[in-house]
Nanobody
Framework: QLQFVESGGGSVQPGGSLRLSCAAS????????VGWFRQAPGKEREGVSC????????YYANSVKGRFTISRDDAKNTIDLQMNSLKPEDTAVYFC??????????????????WGQGTQVTVSS
């Protein structure tokens, strides 16, 4: 069973950068679509970005497009989210996630089977 351990959260000033990482174990990451979600206090969980198997296709929410970059290294079983030009509205708990698929696309709205434990990102001056 695939499992994730997240790292890289923290506090940063507006305009700053953070890199979140998710280390996978117990399975072959290449057989999964991977993605990142976030949930701010009092708000619903939001799909941030996803990458299909082999990163043939990537998706970004409009709120992060041009600022965030998702990447995966299937040889190392890792998923990263590079976050630049951070804004206070990016403050949330961020979760990595996955579902099994070798398809070309990725879908934020479908059921995601595997979840990381979450890491807090706080953007504040």
């Amino acid at each position: 069973q695939l499992q994730f351990v997240e790292s890289g959260g923290g506090s940063v000033q507006p305009g700053g950068s953070l890199r979140l990482s998710c280390a996978a174990s117990g399975g072959t990451l290449g057989a999964y679509v991977v993605g990142w979600f976030r949930q701010a206090p009092g708000k619903e969980r939001e799909g941030v970005s996803c990458a299909s198997s082999s990163s043939a296709y990537t998706y970004y929410a409009n709120s992060v497009k041009g600022r965030f970059t998702i990447s995966r290294d299937d040889a190392k079983n890792t998923i990263d989210l590079q976050m630049n030009s951070l804004k206070p509205e990016d403050t949330a708990v961020y979760f990595c996630a996955a579902y099994p698929s070798r398809g070309y696309l990725c879908y934020m709205g479908r059921e995601w089977n595997v979840w990381g434990q979450g890491t807090q990102v706080t953007v504040s001056s």
